[in-house]
């Protein structure tokens, strides 16, 4: 593990990486959404140690990264003008175009689809790494498959230490959630995954954006699967997930009394919350943990992943998660928790609760 300082990185260490990268190896480094794990994303070999590594089904597309708008045509067969608008709007920055593919970009990353998903992330490491390997970097998240994301230097180690060559450590990433994956062939686009840009910012400069079904963005496939990444379990701790949705007052009550019943069947509760309901909590659940605030909900996206994952180390056999708005960032949020919580989900109401799912 490499220590560099995120804002005067040492350039020449990570010319060290990039020369893995070149000879073929892997190499995870910070981005602002998820740390990447890095390689050749021209070399066919180098990426199949990517899907080895993570133990990732090999029907998941990668995303490439790129150094500058201009790379993406090192990829892509063409940039058309709302996909150049959206470059120029939101790169370097949380946004995956997904366009049809150059021949010299392997079907390994593309999974075997005709289109490709690339974009610029806004770190400088990750930026320098990408330029100074000369090629687009294909890098999923460098956590193992279906595991919570990693969002620092730790959870990569936790997660690939002995599969991978390098981390290059730039501190916690600021975003914390992946980037929006947005399919450009389709009219309008469509958010094939939420992410970091949120849609109402892509509205601004889009007008008309589509938005893949609400439970295929929810839970996973339900009809043909745009995405193939989304019909996989994902970012789950190893402790079962239970997503509580609803008004934030319905909400509280509801984890409340879930947490009495599973003390009454000897069980231990932790409960991952807001800034806003922490105090409800005290002294009832066996673990409260604090992912932000509902008012500000960039900082709940920061903290979600590492948030999950510290309830592993809680000794806990269950955790409730809170539910947040779904607008903007927050739809983000959701999907991440719903697929946390594999599908283990209860809709509280202030009179009665129903469990739909
Ligand atoms: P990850 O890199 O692990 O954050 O996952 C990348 C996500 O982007 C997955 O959900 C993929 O299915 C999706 N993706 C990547 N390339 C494409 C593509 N060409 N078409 C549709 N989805 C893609
Ligand atoms: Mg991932």
């Not at 309830?311 to 959701?334: K, N, P, S």
Request: aromatic residues 4%.
């Amino acid at each position: 593990m490499i220590r560099l300082d995120p804002g005067r990185p040492d350039v020449a260490e990570i010319r060290r990486a990039a020369e893995v990268i070149r000879a073929g190896g892997l190499v995870a480094f910070p981005t602002e959404t998820v740390y990447g794990l890095g390689a050749d994303g021209l070399s066919a070999s180098a990426v199949g140690r990517i899907f080895a590594a993570k133990g990732r089904p090999q029907d998941n597309p990668l995303i490439l990264h790129v150094a500058t708008p201009e790379d993406a045509h090192r990829v892509v067969l063409g940039v058309p003008p709302l996909a150049q608008a959206l470059m120029e709007r939101f790169w370097p920055g949380p946004l995956t175009l997904v366009l049809p593919k150059r021949p010299e970009v392997p079907d390994e990353v593309s999974a075997g689809l005709a289109t490709v998903g690339v974009r610029m992330p806004d770190n400088t490491i990750a930026l320098t790494l990408i330029a100074e390997s000369g090629v687009p970097v294909a890098a999923p998240s460098a956590n193992v498959s279906g595991r919570p994301s990693p969002t620092s230097a730790d959870h990569v180690i936790a997660d690939l230490a002995g599969k991978i060559e390098m981390v290059l450590d730039g501190g916690p990433t600021t975003v914390g959630v992946e980037s929006t994956v947005l399919d450009m062939t389709s009219s309008p686009p469509k958010v094939l995954r939420p992410g970091g840009v949120t849609v109402e910012e892509l509205e601004q400069v889009l007008g008309d954006v589509a938005v893949a079904s609400a439970d295929f963005v929810a839970m996973g496939p339900v009809g043909p699967v745009p995405s193939p990444g989304m019909k996989y379990t994902h970012y789950a701790p190893k402790t079962p997930v239970v997503l509580v949705e609803g008004e934030m007052g319905a909400v509280a009550n509801r984890i409340l009394r879930e947490v009495q019943a599973r003390h009454a069947a000897g069980e231990r509760a932790g409960v991952m919350c807001s800034r806003e309901t922490e105090a409800l909590y005290a002294g009832h659940a066996d673990v409260v943990r604090v992912a932000g605030s509902r008012q500000d909900l960039s900082t709940v996206a920061a903290a979600l992943f590492a948030t999950l994952r510290l309830f592993d180390t809680d000794g806990v056999d269950v955790v409730f998660a809170e539910g947040f708005d779904q607008a903007g960032l927050g739809f983000a949020i959701m999907n991440r928790l719903r697929r946390a919580s594999g599908g283990r989900i209860i809709h509280a109401h202030v009179e009665s609760d129903v469990d739909v799912i």
